[in-house]
Nanobody, 128 residues
Framework: QLQLVESGGGLVQPGGSLRLSCAAS????????IGWFRQAAGKEREGVAC????????IYAGSVKGRFTISRDNTKNTMYLQMNSLKPEDTAVYYC?????????????????????WGQGTQVTVSS
């Protein structure tokens, strides 16, 4: 399993922006899928966005499409989630997740069960 450490959460007003970062270490493979998930109080964890291995296709949840952007910097082993036009309903604990792959291209899915490495979570609160 990988070690993942998130940063960048905080309090922001509606319409504002935040960028979350997730530093990864402990790789044993050149290929890995990454994803961002969130869990609001009293709700189940839901997928936000993911990138397939080898910078393949990305997937976004409908609720964030057009507002959030997932990216990765392979030279820094770091993934990002740029969040714009934030809404109060985006308030949640955000988690980065990853799973290594032996395949050059492993397509990502927004299902928590498909990931075996998780960060500790970072709180994002959108409120005026």
């Amino acid at each position: 399993q990988l070690q993942l450490v998130e940063s960048g959460g905080g309090l922001v007003q509606p319409g504002g922006s935040l960028r979350l970062s997730c530093a990864a270490s402990g790789f044993t493979s050149d290929y890995y899928v990454i994803g961002w998930f969130r869990q609001a109080a009293g709700k189940e964890r839901e997928g936000v966005a993911c990138i397939s291995s080898s910078d393949g296709p990305t997937i976004y949840a409908g609720s964030v499409k057009g507002r959030f952007t997932i990216s990765r910097d392979n030279t820094k082993n770091t993934m990002y989630l740029q969040m714009n036009s934030l809404k109060p309903e985006d308030t949640a604990v955000y988690y980065c997740a990853a799973v290594e792959s032996s395949l050059l291209l492993r397509l990502c899915v927004l299902a928590p069960r498909e990931y075996d490495s998780w960060g500790q979570g970072t709180q994002v609160t959108v409120s005026s």
